[in-house]
Each structure stands twice: as structure tokens, then as C-alpha cells.
């Protein structure tokens, strides 16, 4: 019998690819071409599965396009490339990351709150300019982050993490909103207050987004809900992009109706919006929250989980749907 094919779309750590080979016929991607939707549809016309970034839109059109498709496993915890009720209609199952990255995740949300609040990167870029000739009393003070209320808006397991993260490490006050409340128990636990919207926007120190990209959120902080902010507040984002209007955040960076911001995902990225790039209290970081080479691999491990599971006629380890009428029938 032959072995399942399968598209990597984006380049991938050999070691997965070596074991992907041993389950699939493997078209991979390792010269990292950014594929249009009409190239990606045209190679996947002939696949059982695939494996895919958050870049690759998967939508109606293209399962139509191709019979044969039966999983795509994302890379990633996030699926707002997934058109999830094409994919469920469609028969295809959908899969993501989610848990392996949380720490890793929760880790840098942390560290660009710091960097953002301490202007690491402003002051960085002073010295390496040559600037630095005296110090002053004065010079790159910027936000408590001990001690100060740490507002969460979504608070599904990374913004759990970085609760923990703020309470135990930095005694910071947490405060949260979230579609749903925690169980008491887990509030508890991450030392974790729920509030309004409003009541976040307004006491909020730090704002940390780590809420999911879907229509309702977005642009969830549009420019009314930045005003609502502190002038001397901190707005982190580390979901997506388009849940911050950028525009207005660039405006209001500019006329410091808030004190900074740190970003590491943008609206249209990888462009990013040009009145960002023109303020100084603005930190910005390339969509690497993930990015550590052990939880990149952990990521990836988990993606060919799912593929060689489901194919193999196994449950997945990790579904974002259930399609009534599987185009794979399992055992
Ligand atoms: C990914 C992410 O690296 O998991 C997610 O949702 O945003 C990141 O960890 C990125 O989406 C890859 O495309």
C-alpha cells in the first residue's frame, strides 16, 4: 500500500521531516517559498495532509479544490488561519499546538512587559548611537513593574502563565477579564482578581493581550479603549495582530495619552504599520513569542503527532474540530 502524502508548507526542522518520511510521501518547503493561495492549493491537490504556520489560510475554495485532504496541522496554538467551519463542513479536521508553548510564551510576554516599562531597547539604541555622555537623574526612568497592577485581557492558559509570572514573581496585583470567569480554584492560584472590561482598561498598569483573533476581538483595543487607559500604562500585545487597532495606538504613543507599548504582532504583518516604526516608546519584536529552539521543536513534534495519528486512523492528540462526516473514516 502507498504511504499517505503530505505538504510541509513552510521549512522545518530536518529531524521532524526525517520523521515524517518514515510515515508519508513528504513534499517539503525547505527553501521556505511563500506560497500564494493558488500555489498552495495546487500542491495540496494531491494530499492526505498538512502541515502548516499560521500563515497558510485554509478556507472553503481550497478544500473544494482538494478531495484528498483530509488533516492540516498547525504549528501553532493560534488557528485564525483556519476557517474552522469550512474545514468542519468539509469533512477536514484541523489541529494545533497548544500547551507545549505556554511557558515559552507566557516567558516573553514577560520579557517585552519588562523591556517595554524599563525602555531596554530605547535606552539600547541611545548608547549604540553614541549618545551616552553623562548620566542624569532622569535619564530612561520608566515604570515600576513590581508591585504594580498587572491587567490580563484573555485569560486562557498563557495568560494564566503570566498571572503566575506577575503575582508569585513580581508581586504585582493581577487583575483579568475573559469571556468566561475562571474557576475559583484557579483564580486563586493565580492570584487573579476578574474584572469589567472597563475596570481593566482603567486600573491596568500593564495590559497584556492573550486573547484568541476572531471577529468579536477584533480591534478589541480600538482607539476608545486605549483612551480608557492610564496616561502612564503599558499596552503588551503577544496575541495577534488586529486586535490592536494600530493606528491608534501609534497616536496615542505619540501624543502619550499611554506611556509605551510593546508588540510583537501586528496587523498585516510581517508589514508593520509606519507611524509605529516613527515612535520611540514603542518596543518592537518580530512575532517571536514562541521562539525557542526546544519549544519550536516540541511544536512541530506535536503537529507530525497529529498528522501520523490520523492518518494512521488514530484519534488526534490535539483537534480544533470534529467534522461530522470525516473525509478519513478511522477505525
Ligand atoms: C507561531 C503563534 O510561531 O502559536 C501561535 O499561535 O502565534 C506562534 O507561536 C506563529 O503563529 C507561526 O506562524
Same mark, same amino acid.
Given at each position: 500500500?502507498?504511504?499517505?502524502?503530505?505538504?510541509?508548507?513552510?521549512?522545518?526542522?530536518?529531524?521532524?521531516?526525517?520523521?515524517?518520511?518514515?510515515?508519508?510521501? &513528504?513534499?517539503?518547503?525547505? #527553501?521556505?517559498?511563500?506560497?500564494?493561495?493558488?500555489?498552495?492549493?495546487?500542491?495540496?491537490?494531491?494530499?492526505?495532509?498538512?502541515?502548516?504556520?499560521?500563515?497558510?489560510?485554509?478556507?472553503?475554495?481550497?478544500?473544494?479544490?482538494?478531495?484528498?485532504?483530509?488533516?492540516?496541522?498547525?504549528?501553532?496554538?493560534?488557528?485564525?488561519?483556519?476557517?474552522?467551519?469550512?474545514?468542519?463542513?468539509a469533512?477536514?479536521?484541523?489541529?494545533?499546538?497548544? #500547551?507545549?508553548?505556554?511557558?515559552?510564551?507566557a516567558?516573553?510576554?514577560?520579557?517585552?512587559?519588562?523591556?517595554?516599562a524599563?525602555?531596554?531597547?530605547?535606552?539600547?539604541?541611545?548608547?549604540?548611537?553614541?549618545?551616552?555622555?553623562?548620566?542624569?537623574?532622569?535619564?530612561?526612568?520608566?515604570?515600576?513593574?513590581?508591585?504594580?497592577?498587572?491587567?490580563?485581557?484573555?485569560?486562557?492558559?498563557?495568560?494564566?502563565?503570566?498571572?503566575?509570572?506577575?503575582?508569585?514573581?513580581?508581586?504585582?496585583? &493581577?487583575?483579568?477579564?475573559?469571556?468566561?470567569?475562571?474557576?475559583p %480554584?484557579?483564580?486563586?492560584?493565580?492570584?487573579?482578581?476578574?474584572?469589567?472590561?472597563?475596570?481593566?482598561?482603567?486600573?491596568?498598569?500593564?495590559?497584556v493581550?492573550?486573547?484568541?483573533?476572531?471577529?468579536?476581538?477584533?480591534?478589541?483595543?480600538?482607539?476608545?479603549?486605549?483612551?480608557?487607559?492610564?496616561?502612564?500604562?503599558?499596552?503588551i500585545?503577544?496575541?495577534?495582530?488586529?486586535?490592536?487597532?494600530? %493606528?491608534?495606538?501609534?497616536?496615542?504613543?505619540?501624543?502619550?495619552?499611554?506611556?509605551?507599548?510593546?508588540?510583537?504582532?501586528f496587523?498585516?504583518?510581517?508589514?508593520?504599520?509606519?507611524?509605529?516604526?516613527?515612535?520611540?516608546?514603542?518596543?518592537?519584536t518580530?512575532?517571536?513569542?514562541?521562539?525557542?529552539?526546544?519549544?519550536r521543536?516540541?511544536?512541530?513534534?506535536?503537529?507530525? #503527532?497529529?498528522?501520523?495519528?490520523?492518518?494512521?486512523?488514530?484519534?488526534?492528540?490535539?483537534?480544533?474540530?470534529?467534522?461530522?462526516?470525516?473525509?478519513?473514516?478511522?477505525?
Amino acid at each position: 500500500m502507498s504511504k499517505p502524502r503530505i505538504l510541509i508548507a513552510r521549512k522545518i526542522f530536518p529531524e521532524v521531516i526525517e520523521r515524517l518520511s518514515q510515515h508519508f510521501d &513528504v513534499e517539503a518547503n525547505q #527553501d521556505d517559498m511563500l506560497w500564494s493561495d493558488a500555489e498552495l492549493t495546487e500542491r495540496l491537490k494531491d494530499k492526505d495532509g498538512a502541515l502548516t504556520t499560521g500563515t497558510q489560510p485554509i478556507g472553503a475554495e481550497l478544500l473544494a479544490a482538494c478531495p484528498r485532504l483530509k488533516i492540516v496541522a498547525n504549528m501553532t496554538v493560534g488557528y485564525n488561519n483556519f476557517d474552522v467551519a469550512a474545514m468542519t463542513a468539509a469533512g477536514v479536521l484541523g489541529t494545533n499546538t497548544p #500547551d507545549v508553548l505556554t511557558e515559552t510564551t507566557a516567558d516573553f510576554g514577560f520579557a517585552l512587559l519588562m523591556a517595554t516599562a524599563r525602555r531596554v531597547t530605547e535606552s539600547e539604541h541611545y548608547l549604540r548611537a553614541g549618545k551616552w555622555t553623562r548620566w542624569s537623574y532622569d535619564m530612561f526612568a520608566g515604570t515600576e513593574v513590581h508591585g504594580s497592577t498587572l491587567g490580563i485581557l484573555g485569560m486562557g492558559r498563557i495568560g494564566q502563565a503570566i498571572a503566575r509570572r506577575g503575582a508569585h514573581g513580581f508581586g504585582m496585583n &493581577v487583575i483579568y477579564h475573559n469571556r468566561s470567569r475562571l474557576a475559583p %480554584a484557579l483564580e486563586a492560584e493565580c492570584k487573579a482578581r476578574y474584572v469589567s472590561k472597563d475596570e481593566l482598561l482603567a486600573n491596568a498598569d500593564h495590559l497584556v493581550l492573550v486573547l484568541p483573533y476572531t471577529p468579536e476581538s477584533h480591534h478589541a483595543m480600538g482607539a476608545a479603549e486605549i483612551a480608557r487607559m492610564k496616561p502612564t500604562a503599558t499596552l503588551i500585545n503577544i496575541a495577534r495582530g488586529g486586535i490592536v487597532d494600530d %493606528a491608534a495606538l501609534a497616536q496615542a504613543l505619540k501624543d502619550r495619552t499611554i506611556a509605551a507599548a510593546g508588540l510583537d504582532v501586528f496587523e498585516g504583518e510581517p508589514a508593520v504599520n509606519p507611524w509605529l516604526l516613527q515612535v520611540p516608546n514603542v518596543v518592537l519584536t518580530p512575532h517571536i513569542a514562541s521562539a525557542t529552539v526546544k519549544t519550536r521543536l516540541k511544536m512541530s513534534d506535536l503537529a507530525a #503527532d497529529n498528522l501520523i495519528a490520523y492518518l494512521a486512523g488514530r484519534a488526534p492528540l490535539t483537534p480544533v474540530n470534529e467534522p461530522a462526516h470525516p473525509r478519513l473514516s478511522r477505525n
